[in-house]
């Protein structure tokens, strides 16, 4: 119990429990709102997730112990900013974080210490966070819908007897986490993907739209406590009683807790419901408190994404489907620089070239693949993208620097060393093919990948999972690729690698023998 208080208070005494991590002091009246941003990012691109932060919000962030999450301080205004990084995929307000909790070994005694924590904790700023988050939300799908409505008006008024789907359905609503039944015990052992219609988005043309959001969120944070649904009372401005709907999630990781996640789940969420007066509702909720425990690290947050982030540019999707956010981080990888011509030879549903042609628009992108039903669907989602851009405030539309072809990987119609990088998932030999073709795949493509690669300043970024193949493959490569850097990434619970090769100055052409 005396772990639980003094989690809480800002003068423990050393030895009651842990000191938590300082948080920004909660803003006094007209002082700028600031908050600590929980990001889960794609395991092993961290660093490029912090990169990013750095030089698109000018935030310094830490990487947490537990793989795959960063954090960093921005203020309350830069939340659209936030939403719009390529390499996040579920964005949280950090409530508090502790470093070194320590648990209880009584089972009863370390699920007490969590109840007891919850009206310790600092929740007046966060929860302001995620009331600014929520508004700026519903003014974004109002905007949405206003958009489609002129679409549609113009339409009718140019009579062309062309039709223009601007409704885009949304697929793959799928959450990886394992949640109870009961409303205040949903929970996790694995990282969890959730989050909200404004994380939806697009790089593109986007200057209009940002501002609008901008002004959004200076115009909510000087209306103060106007107009939006109060999360610390659950009334609303009119003074309509209005109860928001919560649920708990928990990921835990580590074999020292004498509890499981759900039961950690559903006691702080008893907790949580005591002290607001909140409604548990697992599936339809307002506000979703997050429960990370990894080892001794606790980290209370408020969810501001309800689906991930990496969802942004799929529509069409296929039986291997790349995140979005992990093709980021295999492009800022290889690092683009203009006129780079960029190739996907295996491109799937194109989530590669879709993200670098959004990203990095002063390059050239080309995809292909050999099988028709992935060229298909990556030209399906290329015109879902295109139709999505039109339907933004900006009154022109340039289109997209991307181009799809149906091709064999071994024979590709490009001339020799023309091309500046190649980035693609190759075959695991699950899903698609086999363990035993790769070993005849793999060098073939780096045959080929290497002629059409320019010498000495081409790189290439590949993601496999079938590693021991790849690297008998690149040994009987040696002549024409270098391996540069490896990075260990979880792709649907496998382990796999994204290895970057330099390209050599060695012509490919003179050696055409792979074993």
Not at 296 to 303: D, L, P, Q, S
Not at 322 to 336: E, H
Not at 339 to 356: F, K, Q, R, S
Request: charged letters at 30%.
């Amino acid at each position: 119990m005396a772990e639980a208080e003094a989690a809480g208070g800002a003068g423990a005494e050393a030895g009651r429990g842990p000191v938590p991590v300082p948080v920004p002091v909660p803003a006094e009246e007209g002082a700028e709102l600031a908050a600590v941003i929980g990001a889960t990012v794609p395991t092993g691109f961290e660093l490029t997730a912090a990169e990013e932060v750095q030089e698109k919000l000018g935030s310094a962030s830490r990487i947490s112990r537990d793989r795959g999450k960063i954090y960093f301080e921005v203020p309350a205004r830069g939340l659209p900013q936030v939403h719009r990084l390529r390499s996040v995929d579920n964005l949280f307000v950090v409530v508090q974080e502790f470093k070194d909790y320590q648990f209880k070994e009584n089972k009863e005694d370390a699920l007490k210490d969590l109840e007891d924590l919850v009206k310790e904790l600092p929740w007046t700023d966060p929860l302001k966070v995620w009331e600014l988050n929520n508004s700026l939300k519903k003014k974004k799908t109002k905007r949405k819908k206003h958009n489609l409505q002129s679409t549609a008006s113009k339409e009718k008024l140019n009579d062309d007897g062309e039709e223009e789907g601007t409704d885009q359905k949304d697929t793959s609503k799928q959450e990886d986490c394992a949640q109870n039944a009961a409303g205040v015990e949903p929970a996790s052992s694995q990282d969890t993907e959730k989050t909200p219609g404004v994380a939806s988005r697009n790089g593109g043309g986007e200057e209009e739209e940002e501002d609008n959001e901008q002004s959004d969120a200076k115009d909510e944070l000087q209306a103060g406590s106007g107009g939006e649904t109060k999360a610390g009372d659950g009334k609303t401005s009119e003074g309509e009683a209005k109860v928001l709907k919560f649920r708990v999630t928990c990921n835990r990781a580590g074999d020292k807790h004498s509890f499981t996640s759900n039961e950690a789940a559903r006691d702080f969420g008893g907790a949580v419901q005591e002290h607001f007066q909140w409604k548990a509702d697992m599936t339809n909720f307002d506000v979703e408190v997050l429960l990370n425990i990894h080892n001794n690290e606790v980290v209370v947050g408020i969810a501001l994404t309800e689906e991930s982030l990496h969802r942004r540019n799929i529509t069409h999707f296929g039986p291997t489907t790349l995140r979005s956010t992990l093709a980021y981080g295999m492009l800022r990888l290889c690092d683009p620089q203009p006129t780079d011509i960029i190739v996907d030879p295996m491109c799937g549903t194109g989530a590669i070239p879709i993200e670098g042609a959004t990203e990095w628009p002063s390059c050239y992108h080309i995809a292909g693949d050999n099988n028709p039903q992935a060229v298909k669907r990556a030209a399906n989602n290329i015109c879902s993208l295109l139709k999505k851009n039109e339907n933004k405030e900006s009154s022109t539309s340039l289109g997209i620097p991307l181009d799809i072809i149906q091709w064999d990987i071994c024979n590709l119609p490009l001339r020799t060393g023309s091309v500046d990088i190649i980035v693609t998932d190759m075959p695991f030999g699950k899903r698609i093919g086999s363990k035993k073709k790769n070993w005849d795949l793999y060098p073939a493509c780096l045959m080929e990948m290497g002629r059409i690669c320019t010498p000495g300043t081409g790189r290439a970024v590949l993601l496999t999972q079938d590693k021991k193949c790849f690297a008998k493959a690149l040994s009987r490569m040696g002549h024409i690729w270098r391996k540069g850097q490896t990075v260990w990434v979880n792709v649907g619970g496998l382990h796999a690698a994204v290895y970057l090769l330099k390209r050599t100055w060695e012509r490919a052409e003179e050696k055409r023998s792979f074993w």
